[in-house]
């Protein structure tokens, strides 16, 4: 069962590996609405060069997206806090610069824990604050204290903070916004709309420690405060995409297409990815990952890199398969050869 | 209370409903579905629950922008809380 899109997901996610030349695409509206389920359409419009206004659309707020986070770390690290970016906010800004990859829904930030309260009072000096935009009466709405409280408690992140800006060239993608109308762009009776959205962390993942982050964080690309290290982003980008994929039915591509470039850049520090994994027994959570990576870019990963994630746990708890039938939209074959 | 179409319409009304029998949420939504297609003005669902059963229900409404973060936890030998 092949719904046809996945050869050229598949296609477009090798171009974002490199971003250089033209991809033909027969583009059918089929086709695009798979990709935008799928959070890459972007990619379509930047291989093939065809105009879209989604695309252009998409570019404006990313572009205030990035001011706005440009502005942000400035007033972290003037005010003392040690901020580090990841995901999309910072690996789009770095491989697609001016473009965007669809809509980026925020800016993820990790700061130490003993940062949190200075952080707060940096995001509410410049208007942030735990609210959202209320689709049925389009308006923002401030979280419940009671909400943000019962997200902190169980979360190790801060429940995100939002602001709303109306940038006046946002009127030249009145049309598209109106039609894309969901996070964070939207339509209220004033016009097209942006909502900024900060998610703070003070860790990444439950059972992770921060340390090794702090340690080997490097120069953001935004031009102030830090982020995630090449092999940081690799083998952390995998390993929670795959855990997202595989438990809670997560579709995007979107990941693998700012990690890739991670990958291809030659940046990669292979024995942090292999020292980490062992620490975290990863195994089969980056595995798969880390070897489809290797598929869309033939030689960017090292061999002995893939086997060491391989023998980091005999543990299969966490082993569900390739898990790209569900991302590409096709049944995986029965393995036969496993019975040969 | 359901009106039939061609009704005067009602002035608006809001209904709360509290489930603890999970098995009657699935026909609960069909039944929005329905209302909301032919009736409703609007539906606001308010759902409680671990991160990983809102992940789901939201999941079923096939927006796969919708910004929901999960508890994750990553160790590679370790069984799932979520």
Partial sequence: MSSGHAQVAYDLLQWSGARSGTLEVDTTTDLAT???GRGIDSLLHLASGEPSPRQDAYDVVWNHQVTST???????VRGGVRAVTFKGGELVARH????????????????????????????YQLGFRHATFDPVDRCMRDRDCRDVADIELHHYELAPFTKVVRPDDLASVADAAA??????????????LIVLQVDVHHNVAADAETEGFFERAVPSTHGVAETFSHADNVWFNLTRHYNEVALHDQRSLRPFAYTLPEITCGAVDWD???????ELCLGPTLWYFLAFCSELAPGAVPPTTLDAIDATTTSRVRDWGWQLGKLFDFRETFPREGFS | MATNKGEAKAAPASVSVSLSDHNAVSALLTSIRGIAQEKADSVRISVRGSSSAVVELLGRFKDPELHVSAVLTLRGDVPTLE
Avoid at chain 1, 103 to 109: E, G, P, S, T
């Fill in chain 1, 272 to 278: 942090v990815v292999e020292k980490v994994a062992a």
């Fill in chain 1, 34 to 36: 798979f990709l935008r």
């Fill in chain 1, 179 to 192: 039609m894309i109308d969901r996070h964070p762009l939207h339509v209220d009776d004033q016009g097209p």
């Fill in chain 1, 96 to 123: 697609y610069g001016d473009h965007s990859l669809g809509l980026i829904a925020d800016l993820d930030v990790l700061v130490p824990r003993n940062q949190i309260e200075i952080t707060k009072q940096v995001l």
């Fill in chain 1, 70 to 76: 440009r502005h942000l770390l400035e007033e972290l």
